[in-house]
């Protein structure tokens, strides 16, 4: 039963460009966060850096993106800072700070984005000069773009971590205060498995066999103050549930063949289906860090209840919390978003 916490239903998730880009091949952050642990005084000191790109405070959530000008300037950014806040599950943020966990520090993230082309000129100019964005088309169709998707999950900043806590009818305000919207499904599949090349479908945005440790999928839930995660509740989950989220990016060869990073781990996020009979309606897809706890690859059976697994592919298609984008309010601290923009 959903279970609401202020004005926001709180339910139980088990998820928890025309050009090929090149990918760093020198260094792997991912490979670094499964190293053996550190010593006991040098994690305390990589682990406070880590910890330091976490967000404390409303204000310096937003100061991580930038919304387009308009008439009502003022109303949009009066209502946005309604939005974000640190002080639980009822405001979008990037997790409890108290709970949460990070691995990877920002200078590390960018020493494994070296060398790479995130965006060409070309790109950005197809995008309507939007930053960080790429154009998506179906080459093997020949077609043109239609739309463009943020390379990363919100704020969509390189290095920066996702925001979660992200309820669907508020990130879709989020995008349009930026001259975007949320993502249909449709897109964000075709960003995930196609091909610029006009090459064949993949399963997955790095390849066709499910690997948990390509991306910040291999992480099993961790107890925090000696309590599991307990995610009946929005509450209960804001005070049990580490957000074990990662830098953007920080995971070099989760990038889908288009540059759309993190399609598979780190956040899940919210986008929009069509449905017959409601209308356009939330889904909530991709998996989160602790997908090695319910993964299943293509073909394989569901395991016995009472723990769901799934196959975290491109075209999956779940029915997770689906409610009208009018009042759409599942929250969770796994669960962010991304922008894409239609091309005129």
């Known amino acids: 039963m959903p279970i609401r916490v202020g004005r926001w239903h709180a339910r139980r998730l088990f998820v928890a460009g025309f050009v090929i880009l090149a990918v760093s091949p020198a260094f792997s952050v991912a490979q670094k966060a499964v190293l053996p642990p550190l010593t006991p005084d040098a994690c305390d000191a990589h682990c406070a850096e880590a910890m330091s790109n976490h967000r404390n405070s409303r204000e310096e959530l937003l100061?991580?993106?930038?919304?387009?000008?308009?008439?009502?300037q003022a109303a949009s950014l009066q209502r946005l800072n309604r939005f974000f806040g640190v002080s639980g599950p009822g405001e979008i943020n990037q997790g409890n700070k108290e709970m949460a966990s990070h691995l990877i520090t920002k200078q590390e993230c960018l020493k494994g984005l070296e060398g790479v082309v995130l965006q060409t000129p070309e790109q950005k100019s197809a995008c309507g000069g939007a930053e960080m964005m790429v154009p998506i088309f179906d080459a093997a169709k020949h077609q043109s773009p239609k739309f463009c998707i943020d390379i990363f999950e919100f704020p969509n900043k390189p290095c920066e971590l996702p925001v979660v806590w992200s309820p669907p009818t508020e990130t879709a305000?989020?995008?349009?205060?930026?001259?975007?919207r949320l993502c249909d499904q449709n897109e964000w599949n075709l960003a995930c498995r196609a091909d610029p090349k006009g090459g064949p479908d993949w399963a997955y945005a790095y390849g066709n066999e499910l690997d948990i440790t390509i991306c910040n999928t291999?992480?099993?839930?961790?107890?925090?103050?000696?309590?599991?995660?307990?995610?009946?509740s929005a509450r209960d989950a804001w005070n049990t549930c580490s957000t074990q989220s990662e830098p953007s990016g920080s995971f070099p060869k989760c990038r889908s063949r288009f540059g759309v990073y993190d399609q598979s781990g780190n956040v899940a996020e919210v986008m929009t289906r069509r449905d017959a009979n409601s209308g356009k309606v939330s889904q909530l897809k991709g998996s989160a860090w602790f997908y090695k706890e319910v993964a299943r690859a293509p073909g394989f059976p569901q395991t016995k209840p009472p723990r769901e697994t799934y196959p975290d592919t491109c075209n999956y298609d779940p029915r997770w919390h689906v409610e009208p984008m009018s009042n759409a309010g599942h929250i969770n601290y796994h669960l962010g978003f991304r922008c894409c923009k239609s091309i005129e």
Do not use: E, M, W, Y
């Not at 100061?63 to 009502?72: E, G, V």
């Not at 305000?173 to 975007?180: E, H, L």
């Open 63 to 72: 100061t991580l993106f930038t919304i387009a000008p308009s008439s009502d």
């Open 173 to 180: 305000v989020i995008c349009a205060s930026q001259g975007k």
């Open 218 to 232: 291999n992480k099993p839930h961790r107890r925090t103050n000696g309590r599991s995660c307990n995610a009946r």
